[in-house]
């Protein structure tokens, strides 16, 4: 059983900088396909980056692509680097992972086993 926690989450002015952790207890992240998603209010939850864990080859919506980077920093922890902070980015950024190691499918919400509760992100304009 993997338990998934983020952190990182807060208050940021527009064009600003946030970086979100997600860290794995249970047991390590290293071979599992992580994802960050994505939901404001109102809104379904969306997809915003995965990593696997097969090759650690990356994954972006478009609307994120060129400003968000995920990285898998160490056997437990990937985090999210959010550069260019625009008006549509705040919501509630959660975590997700799966023994999955491949990117099958990898941005499908339903794909996913772990999830963590989330943290919010606020962009101030």
């Known amino acids: 059983q993997v338990q998934v926690v983020e952190s990182g989450g807060g208050l940021v002015q527009a064009g600003g900088s946030l970086r979100l952790s997600c860290a794995a207890s249970?047991?390590?992240?290293?071979?599992?396909?992580v994802a960050w998603f994505r939901q404001a209010p109102g809104k379904e939850r969306e997809f915003v980056a995965a990593?696997?864990?097969?090759?650690?080859?990356t994954y972006y919506a478009e609307s994120v692509k060129g400003r968000f980077t995920i990285s898998r920093v160490n056997a437990e922890t990937v985090d999210l680097q959010m550069n260019s902070l625009e008006p549509g980015d705040p919501a509630v950024y959660y975590c997700?992972?799966?023994?999955?190691?491949?990117?099958?499918?990898?941005?499908?919400?339903?794909?996913?086993?772990?999830w963590g509760r989330g943290t919010q992100v606020t962009v101030s304009s």
């Open positions: 249970g047991r390590t992240f290293s071979t599992y396909t």
């Open positions: 997700a992972a799966r023994a999955n190691s491949t990117s099958t499918f990898a941005s499908l919400r339903y794909t996913y086993n772990y």
């Open positions: 990593i696997t864990g097969s090759s650690g080859r």
